[in-house]
């Protein structure tokens, strides 16, 4: 019986092609994010206020908010309905997305002078509108979420960024969002250091209980340092004894843990953990985990190996199948 089927107890999808999903397999939102694209807020706002989980409704908003063109309609959205925290949460969201999009993922040192501008502007509209929203709404953790990426993305300083993150996981000590946010913050790229960033993923993972998502951060880091180095160092470091190790616990105690429940953006953690047990050589974890996701492609983290995403995915699933 392969492990899969051992940890799972569900046989694995076979034949399927891969496929980069904006909606990440997740149908309503594929439902919501063509509601976006319409300027539909009559139908979008009471679909999105109906979710009560509030990291899923994060998620949702998030996803959401990288949907091309909203900005224009938002912007009446919010002049018509000024009591509606909903709709200006979302535009908040929008001008973040629509800021990295004028920043574009260049290096900085090849960022123009009129994409810094546009950057800068648009998170200062972000930064107003959401600071009013977590005025407004204070047991709301996704002002938080989107307030740490708006202060990543402005570099507001250490200082804004913990104040930001405390205050989204006193509302959800769990959101994997904030997470993944604080995780970021604390990369040598944004100032700060491998050692503060594995010290991070490691704490959160073994403060969560089993079978939690919180492991998906030891992957992200292990990822985050693997970027950070020079070519031959880079494979050397993934596939040491100590890296192996530590990706085998953090996928054995998350996403292969028994008592594993998939949260709404679970296809982002897999993808994650696929890719990096997939450099590192786990290949029977990572066949399992790429089992689990079926023809499911997420952008992130493929698009650290350039080229193609989809075809990034196939081919390390491919080489991590059973012979």
Request: charged share 25%; aromatic share 8%; glycine share 8%.
């Given at each position: 019986m392969?492990?899969?089927?051992?940890?799972t107890?569900?046989?694995?999808?076979?034949g399927?092609?891969?496929?980069?999903?904006?909606?990440?397999?997740?149908?309503?939102?594929?439902?919501?994010?063509?509601?976006?694209?319409?300027?539909?807020?009559?139908?979008?706002?009471?679909?999105?206020?109906?979710?009560?989980?509030?990291?899923?409704?994060?998620?949702?908003?998030?996803?959401?908010?990288?949907?091309?063109?909203?900005?224009?309609?938002?912007?009446?959205?919010?002049?018509?309905?000024?009591?509606?925290?909903?709709?200006?949460?979302?535009?908040?969201?929008?001008?973040?997305?629509?800021?990295?999009?004028?920043?574009?993922?260049?290096?900085?040192?090849h960022?123009?002078?009129?994409?810094?501008?546009?950057?800068?502007?648009?998170?200062?509209?972000?930064?107003?509108?959401?600071?009013?929203?977590?005025?407004?709404?204070?047991?709301?953790?996704?002002?938080?979420?989107?307030?740490?990426l708006?202060?990543?993305?402005?570099?507001?300083?250490?200082?804004v960024?913990?104040?930001?993150?405390?205050?989204?996981?006193?509302?959800?000590?769990?959101?994997?969002?904030?997470?993944r946010?604080?995780?970021?913050?604390l990369?040598?790229?944004?100032?700060?250091?491998?050692?503060?960033?594995?010290?991070?993923?490691?704490?959160?993972?073994?403060?969560?209980?089993?079978?939690?998502p919180?492991?998906?951060?030891?992957?992200?880091?292990?990822?985050?340092?693997?970027?950070?180095?020079?070519?031959?160092?880079?494979h050397?470091?993934?596939?040491g004894?100590?890296?192996?190790?530590?990706?085998?616990?953090?996928?054995?105690?998350?996403?292969?843990?028994?008592?594993?429940?998939?949260?709404?953006?679970?296809?982002?953690t897999?993808?994650?953990?696929?890719?990096v047990l997939?450099?590192?050589?786990?290949?029977?974890?990572?066949?399992?985990?790429?089992?689990?996701?079926?023809?499911?492609?997420?952008?992130?983290?493929?698009?650290?190996?350039?080229?193609?995403?989809?075809?990034?995915?196939?081919?390390?699933?491919?080489?991590?199948?059973?012979?």
């Open positions: 392969s492990l899969f089927r051992r940890l107890g569900r046989k694995a999808p076979r399927l092609p891969p496929v980069l999903d904006p909606a990440q397999g997740d149908e309503e939102l594929r439902r919501l994010r063509a509601l976006a694209d319409a300027g539909d807020w009559a139908a979008l706002g009471p679909a999105l206020a109906a979710v009560p989980d509030q990291s899923e409704q994060t998620w949702l908003l998030n996803r959401i908010s990288d949907v091309e063109g909203t900005e224009e309609w938002l912007a009446k959205a919010v002049a018509e309905r000024p009591d509606d925290s909903l709709v200006l949460l979302l535009s908040g969201a929008r001008h973040i997305a629509w800021g990295w999009e004028a920043r574009t993922g260049s290096l900085a040192k960022v123009t002078q009129d994409q810094w501008q546009l950057f800068g502007e648009r998170l200062e509209v972000a930064e107003e509108q959401l600071l009013e929203v977590a005025e407004r709404e204070p047991g709301w953790v996704a002002p938080w979420y989107f307030l740490q708006g202060a990543l993305g402005a570099s507001l300083g250490r200082t960024a913990t104040t930001r993150f405390d205050a989204a996981v006193r509302r959800d000590p769990g959101h994997l969002a904030s997470h946010a604080r995780l970021q913050q990369c040598a790229k944004w100032g700060g250091s491998h050692e503060e960033m594995h010290a991070f993923a490691r704490t959160a993972m073994l403060g969560a209980p089993e079978g939690g919180l492991g998906e951060l030891v992957a992200l880091a292990h990822l985050e340092h693997w970027l950070d180095l020079p070519d031959g160092e880079d050397a470091y993934l596939t004894p100590a890296v192996r190790a530590s990706l085998r616990e953090a996928a054995l105690r998350s996403v292969l843990h028994p008592a594993y429940r998939p949260q709404r953006d679970w296809r982002a897999h993808n994650a953990f696929a890719m997939s450099l590192a050589d786990e290949r029977e974890l990572a066949h399992a985990v790429f089992a689990a996701l079926g023809d499911v492609v997420t952008a992130s983290p493929w698009y650290y190996l350039g080229g193609d995403e989809a075809e990034n995915f196939r081919a390390h699933r491919d080489r991590c199948a059973p012979r």
